[in-house]
């Protein structure tokens, strides 16, 4: 049996959550086109036969601008300890700069294997896709270098074998069945986050998160949280409008995870400055 754990580290938005889905074969992190959705470690189980991949999902690198990305921070720096490997993401559809570089400088560093990957390749010309691989290449003494979509599928499966094969014999460290280590309250407050991100203005979702206060075999009640009066009167929308799409979207993927249909309450409540707010962090295990 091999198993360990691969680290993915990158700029924000660079597609991390989405290949952590790809690799795991279902969905483990949410996803987003808005910069730092993923605040916390998230561990992405892949399982084979003979192999029990996890892959730790980071917040992207960043540089701290309050006690909550502070946090962040420090749990990416943290979480490079004991890994086999680094899965370091590269967007294909971005120049490769100084923010890639700093990245890259960080992970070379830690005397383990580093497997750049080429993400979003998906509908790229070759020509384009070639210039990227050779700038990757220049980042360090790399492991290897794949190109990937993350969204259409491609090269994941080679990926995969890729990672697998540098991890050493071990024991499982979850159930085989487990696809992430996130409890199920979490992975609910996630979700409607998730959903809240996509249909909210660009200014709001820094300043959203989500604490399920009740989880019930046929109610789950969530407080969706942001800072501003403002801000609640744009969740909330109009007639209560905004907030029931948020829930109507959500709760088909709360239900895939609990196994069975819910109803899901969601209240909209200002918490001024809670991404300062220590007690708060602490309580949402940020």
């Known amino acids: ?11 924000p938005n660079v597609g991390k959550s989405t290949l952590v889905n790809a690799l795991a074969g279902g969905k483990v992190a949410i996803v ?14 892949a399982n084979g036969e003979d192999y029990q991949l996890v892959l730790a999902d ?28 680094v899965l370091l993401v590269l967007s294909a559809r971005e120049r490769i700069g100084a923010g890639d570089r700093f990245v890259a400088r960080r992970v070379f560093e830690l005397g383990v294997p580093v497997v750049i990957v080429l993400n979003k390749v998906d509908r790229l010309k070759g020509g384009h896709i070639a210039t990227q691989m050779e700038a990757a290449a ?69 300043a959203i998160t989500v604490e399920v206060q009740e989880l019930g075999e046929k109610v789950i009640e969530a407080d969706v949280l942001v800072e501003t009066e ?45 991404r300062r707010d220590e007690a708060t962090l602490q309580r949402l295990g940020l």
Do not use: C, N
Request: charge should be neutral; proline fraction near 8%.
């Open 1 to 11: 049996m091999k198993s360990g754990f691969v680290a993915v580290a990158g700029r």
């Open 32 to 45: 987003s086109d808005k910069p730092q959705t993923t605040r916390r470690r998230i561990f992405g189980i």
């Open 58 to 85: 980071l917040p992207g690198f960043q540089r701290p601008l309050d006690p909550l990305t502070e946090h962040m921070q420090r749990t990416v720096d943290a979480s490079f300890e004991d890994v086999e490997a």
């Open 138 to 206: 220049k980042l360090g003494d790399f492991h290897a270098l794949h190109p990937v979509s993350a969204k259409t599928g491609d090269g994941i499966e080679e990926l995969r074998q890729e990672l697998v094969a540098l991890l050493p014999e071990g024991p499982l460290y979850f159930p085989q069945e487990q696809r992430t280590d996130l409890p199920v309250e979490v992975q609910i407050a996630e979700l409607v986050r998730e959903q809240a991100l996509r249909l909210t203005k660009d200014e709001l979702p820094h």
């Open 230 to 274: 403002s801000q609640k009167q744009i969740v909330v929308g109009k007639g209560g409008s905004m907030v029931r799409e948020i829930g109507r979207r959500a709760r088909p993927e709360i239900e895939a995870v609990v196994g069975h249909p819910i109803y899901l309450e969601l209240r909209v409540k200002v918490k001024p400055r809670w």
